[in-house]
């Protein structure tokens, strides 16, 4: 599968689609969307996505969503085992927004998981939440520097210290503006040394 080359630039042609299908399978409209965003997003475009593949990157992303229990969320969403999502899959290839390629197989999306046996299919293939340890490092710095000069205010701390609160609070703030090209700049200098 893979996405269609239009960027369906239309939102409220691309929620239609959704809710017909939604109606039709009486699977939540958020889910449908949820499973179609999953399937086309940017970090797919490495692989070929095949139902497993599509599978474990629906799950992954309601894990990395954090909102609760992965079985509750899917029977809450209307999803009774990985077979449902094949049905979205494809209904949203019918509908003309993701592409079937010549070797999918819609029934390959049989016995993955029920809804009852989800958790043992996350442990199974090793699905846990994604940290972003880049973000979690620059909230942290811009965090503690702001309350290292906040103690030197009140006069906790001396002021010498709070000056490195100041530092600490501007290294975090610049990491958090310039993430991007930091990230691709590190990239460049990780992928130099494999050479």
Partial sequence: MEHTNEE???????????????????????????IHHSITRKRKNEIHIDSRNATHFIIQDLIDNDNGSIQEILEYNG?????????????????????????DN???????????????????NNLKKERNWFTTISYSLYVIGFVIVLSSYVDIIPNE?????????MLGWLLLSYKSQ????????????KI
């Fill in 182 to 193: 930091i990230t691709v700049r590190l990239s460049k200098v990780l992928n130099m040394n």
């Fill in 106 to 124: 819609y029934e390959d999306f049989k016995g993955h998981f029920t809804t009852i046996s989800i958790d043992d299919f996350i442990k199974h």
């Fill in 161 to 169: 210290i709070g000056w490195l609160g100041w530092g600490l609070g």
């Fill in 8 to 34: 369906n630039n239309d939102r409220n042609l691309t929620l239609r689609i959704w809710t017909k299908i939604s109606d039709e399978t009486g699977i939540r409209v958020e889910m449908v969307g949820h």
């Fill in 79 to 103: 999803i009774k085992s990985s077979e449902d999502f094949g049905t979205v899959v494809k209904r949203l290839c019918e509908e003309g927004v993701i592409i079937k390629e010549e070797n």
